[in-house]
């Protein structure tokens, strides 16, 4: 028993070491210190001023990206507690709007049609979600999937209590 028990931990331990490991290659060329700025206009409202004493989660979707819809849950369930701006980029901004609509967005969405903004933050794939401090500082960057509980943990440690 204690030799599958130390099995399966050693095995737990080489996939997380897996999963960081790829996150680290796939966010290797994202922005750190201070975040870029962000436009103010959004589809719904005014995006909120980064470094303005609250954490706030950035993150790059696409219409067109299966993964990215897919992460959407995940996404906006966690705006229902902190701060969360979406940044649709590379997407047709008939498709954006439709699809916040159809689930209900109550994020700001920043359209980045030409991927200036996305470029700019150094999102080389998508989805990937930029967890800012309160201060507007880069504390996490993830690429690819990820769940409701990741983003928490992380905007936890960024310095939001969820």
């Known amino acids: 028993m204690r030799k599958r ?70 996404v906006q369930a966690v705006a229902r507690r902190a701060t969360v701006v979406v940044v649709a ?15 209900h967005w109550r994020t700001p969405v920043i359209f980045d049609a030409d991927g200036r903004l996305a470029r700019r933050y150094g999102a080389r794939v998508l989805p990937m979600a930029f967890i800012l401090g309160p201060h507007g500082t880069i504390r996490f960057v993830v690429a690819g999937y990820t769940t409701e509980a990741g983003l928490r943990a992380r905007l936890w440690l960024a310095g939001v209590g969820l």
Not at 98 to 103: I, T
Request: glycine share 10%; aromatic share 6%; hydrophobic share 50%.
């Open 89 to 103: 980029t590379q997407s047709k901004t008939s498709a954006i709007r439709a699809f916040a609509k159809r689930h």
């Open 5 to 74: 028990i130390a099995a399966l931990a050693l095995e737990l331990l080489a996939a997380a070491a897996l999963i960081l490991a790829g996150n680290a290659y796939l966010t290797r060329g994202a922005s750190g210190g201070r975040a870029p700025a962000l436009p103010q206009a959004s589809l719904n409202g005014r995006a909120p001023r980064l470094g303005a004493g609250k954490p706030v989660l950035v993150d790059f979707f696409a219409d067109w990206c299966p993964i990215c819809r897919a992460d959407q849950g995940a």
